[in-house]
């Protein structure tokens, strides 16, 4: 991609269905850099097998002595003019018969020599020495190895809050390990993980991946793994996270508003723990059918969420820990009254979604 104003950037899809990976605005050959690193790393980009370019004899070499005019045709139309070398015989006066060639330059020798592309690199399955117990900030979490074998992804084990502290239920924690890393300088990847019905379990909080790829198999196994799907993928600093993951609402208005979107899944609507909002509908109408994907729409005013639209999205399940949602703010524009001279305006069943447009259209006007 170019923009005239911040250069190029170059964007690689290292994996089928993997996140894409994209350099920062730069110079053309500083995004080049970037780009072989990438392939070093994970040798994504397919390379051609060698060239061998067979010799010709010097009979089929030397076809003609003339300037032969020739045209290169592109797709039916003329793309280049050439001209055959005017190759010279031997003089003939002289009956010397050459039987070795003379001894090429040496520079100009590496240059004709045809490099061979080194083979794929084998990753061999490595034996690794997980510690009983790593450090999370201020506390101390049991180390859980996964027993895998795969070579991208053996690093990856299980965490669990210890000492007299009960691990969040909300929360998997999982650490790709390596003993010399500094895992807590990079970034830490937040999974919100549905069940298979679409339902939030918990969220992921992945730790130590050195790359956006490396995120994507991880999180890749352990959806499989526990026959879950995501979401959203997000990320964000260790260091903002370190003090907030253990109670709820930090973690959750860090992952709201602080996480940087990695990826999401079509028609994504976040996910809000069921503890904070107040579940009694407000305004009473007649909603039209939900699932597990239909969000719920809800106002805030003050310290209180309210439901606007959302009774049967709830009544789905009672023990869900979390909703897909719409947040609206309570202001001058937009109150409760608005809200039911809309409704009243409104054909029933409503549909979610053509509430939260009307109210929108409302606002706006």
């Known amino acids: 991609m170019h923009h005239p104003e911040r250069g190029w ?30 392939q ?56 010397q018969i050459l039987t070795e060639p003379k001894e090429l330059n040496p520079q100009l020798k590496a240059e004709m020599t045809i490099t061979k592309i080194p083979q794929e690199q084998i990753t ?45 239920a909300y929360l998997d ?22 069940n298979l019905q679409g ?10 991946v050195p790359s956006q790829l490396q995120a994507h198999y991880c999180i890749q196994h352990w959806l499989s793994h526990h026959q879950r799907q995501a979401a959203a993928i997000k990320s964000l600093a260790w260091s903002v996270i370190s003090i907030r993951f253990m109670q709820l609402e930090l973690f959750s208005t860090a992952y709201l508003q602080q996480a940087e979107t990695v990826w999401t899944k079509p028609d994504y609507h976040p996910f809000i723990p069921a503890q904070f909002i107040q579940k009694q509908k407000f305004i009473s109408f007649k909603e039209a059918a939900a699932n597990f994907s239909t969000p719920v729409l809800l106002l805030q005013e003050h310290q209180k969420i309210r439901v606007i639209h959302g ?52 606002m706006i006007e």
Request: glycine share 2%; proline share 7%.
């Open 9 to 38: 950037q170059i964007w690689l899809m290292p994996a089928p269905q993997a996140p894409a990976l994209h350099s920062q605005w730069a110079e053309l050959q500083h995004c080049y850099i970037w780009l072989l690193q990438q």
């Open 40 to 95: 070093q790393q994970f040798s994504c980009l397919q390379q051609d097998p060698p060239l061998i370019v067979p010799a010709l004899s010097l009979n089929e070499a030397e076809t003609s002595c003339n300037s032969v005019e020739t045209t290169k045709y592109h797709r039916g139309r003329p793309r280049a003019r050439i001209h055959t070398l005017e190759l010279r015989r031997p003089d003939e006066s002289t009956n």
């Open 124 to 168: 061999v399955s490595e034996l690794i020495q997980f510690p009983a117990q790593i450090q999370l900030g201020e506390l101390n979490a049991h180390v859980y190895p996964l027993g895998l074998e795969e070579t991208n992804i053996q690093r990856l084990c299980a965490l669990e809050v210890t000492e007299n502290i009960e691990h969040p």
């Open 173 to 194: 924690i999982a650490l790709y390990y390596a003993a010399e890393d500094n895992w807590q300088a990079r970034q830490v990847y937040l999974v919100e993980q549905l």
């Open 199 to 208: 339902q939030f379990v918990k969220y992921l909080m992945l730790l130590g």
């Open 311 to 362: 009774e049967k999205r709830i009544s789905l399940a009672e023990d869900e820990l979390a909703y897909p949602y719409i947040l609206l703010q309570r202001d001058k524009q937009l109150n409760w009254q608005n809200i039911h001279n809309i409704i009243l305006t409104m054909p029933q069943p409503i549909r979610v979604l053509e509430l939260y447009r009307e109210v929108q259209a409302q």
